[in-house]
Each structure stands twice: as structure tokens, then as C-alpha cells.
């Protein structure tokens, strides 16, 4: 079978006042999967784009990965996004209430600017390493992903937890949507 190209935006919440707020960590989260390490630096991104070869149930994808630039509130959904994507990771920091609700925003927009009730989406609690400063609960990102019939994960870019399983578990659900039901659980190779 010839590899599937699969195209993947990153989309969360950038805060204007770094200083206080800390973004997501898209960026850390593209890194540690592509190259396989963190970065403690903060660079705010306007867009980068990362490939990877990675295979899922015998299967091989291309995967192009689009590092967005943060959004806020505010922001109006860049349409680019919403064109020629077969799935979204949507990222917020467990340790940000702000990042959760603005998470929240970019979805909606996300759905009112493609005019679907459903899209792929992955929502990823990051920083689970920060676990003392952790504002937002697993069961609130647990219950808004249930809502939007998305996967849902936990995971810390800096300690390499769970970042691999984010784009195996969208590759399944954009399979899942193009009418190739998968099994959930099948090893990664990447
Ligand atoms: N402790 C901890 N820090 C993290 C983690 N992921 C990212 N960071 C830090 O959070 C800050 C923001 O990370 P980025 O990956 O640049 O965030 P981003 O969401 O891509 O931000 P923009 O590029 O502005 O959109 C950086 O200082 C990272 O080092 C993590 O899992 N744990």
C-alpha cells in the first residue's frame, strides 16, 4: 500500500502577555515528536511546518504537521486552516484555565468556518510535568472531548509522555471518518 498523506494542523492559545502566561506548548509538542526533543525556550511561532513518516495498523502516512500560530479570543480563525486539513490537535496547558477556554473558542470557530458539526480533533492537556500548578482538571478535558467526539490526552512535551500517541490516535480518527474503521489499540513505528 503507498503511503496516505495526511495533513495536521496545531492549533491553542497564545497569550499576548507571555510573561504571565505561558502558551500551550504546539511547538514543544511538534518538536519532541519530529525530533525527538524538548526545547525549554520560548519562541513564539508564526508557522512551521514538520513532516514525519509514521505507520499505524500496516499502514504508512506522511504526515505534514502545521505549527499555527497561537490564537487568542479574539482572534479570527486564519481560513487557511480550514482547507485541505485532515485533522486537528488542539492543545491547551493543564495549568492554564485560560488556555481551556480559549481552546474552546478556536473550536468553535474551527466548526462554523469549515460548516461541519464534526472535524478530527485531538484536545491535548499539556504540561502534565507541572502537576502542582495544574488548574484545569483530567475530567474537565475529558468531558469537553466527549462533547466534541474527540480523543482525548494528557501528555508533557518536556517529559516525552504520551506526545507519539496524539498524531497515532488522529491518524485513526481521520481513517474512522473516510469510512476505514481501526482498531484503537495497534503499535506505533515511527
Ligand atoms: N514544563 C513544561 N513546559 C512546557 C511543556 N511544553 C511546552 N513547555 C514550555 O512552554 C512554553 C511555550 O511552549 P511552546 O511550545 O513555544 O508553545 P506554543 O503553544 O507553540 O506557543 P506559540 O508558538 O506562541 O504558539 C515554552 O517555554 C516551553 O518550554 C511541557 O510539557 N512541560
Redo the contacts with the bound molecule.
Sequence with gaps: MPPKERNIA?M???SVV?IYV??????????QFVEGQ????????IENTFTKETKVNSQEYDMKLI????QDEYSIFPVQYSMDFHGYVL?Y?ITSQKSFEVIKIIYEKLLDVMGKKYVPVVLVG?????HQERTVTTEEGKKLAESWRAAFLE?????N?SVGDIFHQLLILIENENGNPQEKSSCIIS
Excluded: C, H, M, W
Excluded at 505561558?22 to 518538536?31: M, N, Q, R, T
Excluded at 505549527?67 to 497561537?70: Q, S
Design positions: 496545531i491553542g492559545y497564545r507571555i505561558l502558551p500551550a506548548g504546539k511547538s514543544s509538542l511538534s518538536i524538548f526545547v525549554d525556550s520560548y519562541d513564539p511561532t505549527d499555527t500560530a497561537g492543545v496547558s499539556n504540561k502534565t510535568d507541572l501528555t508533557s512535551a518536556k517529559q509522555e
